[in-house]
């Protein structure tokens, strides 16, 4: 027998909802949104919650994730409850509807009684209305009565990666949303994030008690970010790069995200003294002082902005031109989010990260510091591993990335990364005097090198593990970058390894990939024998 839903007075069948309401959507989008078109992948996530079904939706930052709840508010003309971490997120969606005739409201701390008296008001009228709460007031005593109550069309669980302990971002009462199942278990659980790795995305759906959900992950794919990384020896050498960085990107804001509190404010008290519009930003400030220095930006007082990982979540600005990570980020997820803020626009941004072994040891740091459980400290170490491997190399930058997501599209080639592209305009090449000390190092030992292939049989093999690892990468459905780095491939085609023991040797084989591919690896290099 097909589910119900029940409108008003009338029960229907949700294929029937389905065939009637998708024939709005597109009338919706232009007459009560004023869009011409849906965003890529949109559609298939509406048409999903219209028809009632449970929905996890992976879209990038910037790719419409809002329209997802906020459209099927209007076309079923009911009630959509909308979970979302930040008040001033919540209410800037709450100013936006309103101004184009869809009634909507949050519910936070500190809000006047009389604003919560109209909004439940409201509500109570019937009708389309997009509710916004924080997890936390979920969790609020006479809340699960009240929403027993309710004719609720969806609940949209929005950063659902917050609710996996598997995420860089988990917080408790994220993990306490499988209420809302249980309190209304007739309703539709939209879950919806800009980034998470297949792992988070099943502890997702178990911790939400998602019913076979469909899903749409799409959307990674940013053709108008150029992605460098840049190998650093030096906090020197950083800093040069990343003032040299700076002086090609001439318009627009720039972001330039730090590993601790002090490192973000040691380099905006540095560049000061060089460019203008200059400020930091971190979870140490006081609440006055991070709106503050968020008030700057928003006024383009600052134009650059140091930062830890406090900064983020919510921010949409148009005119980020250029993001760069002064140290290596935790996690692929983060990074990714991260550069995510450049180009909203559409227009070409550069991203940049610029990368040394004392960033792992950072990161290492507050995975040694941290109080979780030991499953979950295991899942950190690996996905640093991972952040590792990214920034030491593999192949094509977005095409890894489209490949550790999961994407439904995928590329072998972007044309617009440094891997696929080292000589285009768009590379930040390094600065002079920081070549000159590299030269130098060169003349003196250039066996120590990392990243130098000792002579032209070593090249012979790098070229045959590449097309190897890519292969095996392929038929894994697991990116490039996961088997192993630039860096190991390296250290495998100048040692030449002949057999187990010698694997273990080299730089980022571990036990486990050995006993994985190790044999494969020799039988490869056993070719050249």
Not at 114 to 137: C, H, M, N, Q, W
Not at 155 to 169: K, L, R, T
Not at 504 to 515: A, H, R, W
Request: net charge positive; glycine share 8%; charged share 25%.
């Amino acid at each position: 027998m097909a589910p119900f839903l029940y409108r008003g007075q009338h029960v229907i069948t949700v294929k029937e909802a389905a065939q009637n309401d998708s024939s709005k959507l597109d009338e919706v989008l232009h007459q009560r949104f004023g869009l011409r078109e849906f965003r890529k992948g949109q559609r298939g996530i509406i048409e999903s919650v219209i028809a009632g079904r449970d929905t996890m939706a992976v879209m990038p930052t910037g790719g419409g994730k809002s329209l997802c709840y906020q459209l099927p508010a209007v076309v079923l003309d009911r009630l959509v409850i909308v979970i979302s971490p930040l008040i001033a997120l919540m209410q800037d969606q709450v100013r936006g509807l309103r101004a184009i005739g869809i009634p909507a409201g949050c519910l936070y701390s500190g809000q006047e009684l009389d604003e919560k008296r109209e909004i439940f008001a409201a509500i109570r009228k019937g009708g389309t209305y997009v509710l916004y709460l924080s997890p936390e007031r979920v969790q609020k005593p006479g809340f699960a009565e009240w929403i027993k109550t309710q004719d609720v069309a969806l609940f949209a669980i929005d950063e659902a990666h917050c609710v996996s302990q598997w995420g860089p971002d988990f917080r408790v009462d994220y993990s306490k949303l499988r209420g809302l199942r249980e309190w209304k278990p007739g309703v539709p659980i939209l879950a919806l994030t800009a980034s998470a790795t297949p792992t988070v995305l099943e502890d997702i759906i178990i911790t939400l008690s998602m019913r076979n959900p469909d899903r749409h992950v799409r959307g990674f794919y940013r053709p108008n970010l150029f992605y460098q990384v840049s190998v650093c020896e030096t906090d020197e050498e950083k800093l040069a790069f990343l003032k040299a960085a700076v002086r090609r990107v001439t318009d627009g804001r720039i972001l330039i995200y730090c590993g601790t509190r002090n490192s973000a404010e040691a380099l905006s008290k540095d560049l000061s003294g060089e460019f203008e519009g200059v400020d930091f930003y971190h979870a140490g400030l006081s609440a006055d002082e991070r709106m503050a220095s968020q008030e700057r930006l928003n006024a383009r007082e600052t134009r650059i902005l140091c930062a830890t990982n406090a900064f983020g979540m919510g921010i949409d600005y148009p005119d980020v031109r250029l993001v760069i990570h002064h140290q290596m980020p935790a996690n692929v997820e983060s990074f990714y989010q991260e550069m995510g803020r450049a180009g909203r626009d559409g227009a070409m941004s550069r991203c940049l990260l610029l990368y040394s072994k004392r960033d792992k040891g950072l990161q290492a740091y507050f995975i040694q510091q941290s109080k979780a459980e030991p499953r979950v400290i295991s899942s950190k170490w690996r996905a640093l591993d991972a952040m590792t491997a990214f920034s030491e190399g593999g192949e094509c930058r977005h095409a890894g990335i489209l490949t550790y997501f999961r994407d439904a599209e995928r590329i072998t080639a972007c044309g617009h990364c440094d891997i696929c592209q080292p000589a285009s305009d768009w590379v930040i090449a390094r600065p002079a005097k920081v070549m000159s000390v590299k030269v130098r190092k060169k003349s003196a030992a250039p066996k120590d090198l990392p990243g130098l292939l000792h002579g032209p049989e070593a090249e012979v093999r790098a070229s045959l593990l590449r097309d190897w690892r890519k292969n095996y990468a392929t038929s894994n459905d697991i990116a490039a970058f996961i088997v192993f780095s630039n860096k190991t491939l390296i250290d495998l085609a100048n040692k030449n390894p002949r057999s187990l023991s010698d694997l273990l040797t080299i730089y980022g084989l571990g036990p486990q990939k050995v006993e994985t591919f190790g044999a494969d690896i020799l039988a490869e290099l056993d070719k050249l024998r």
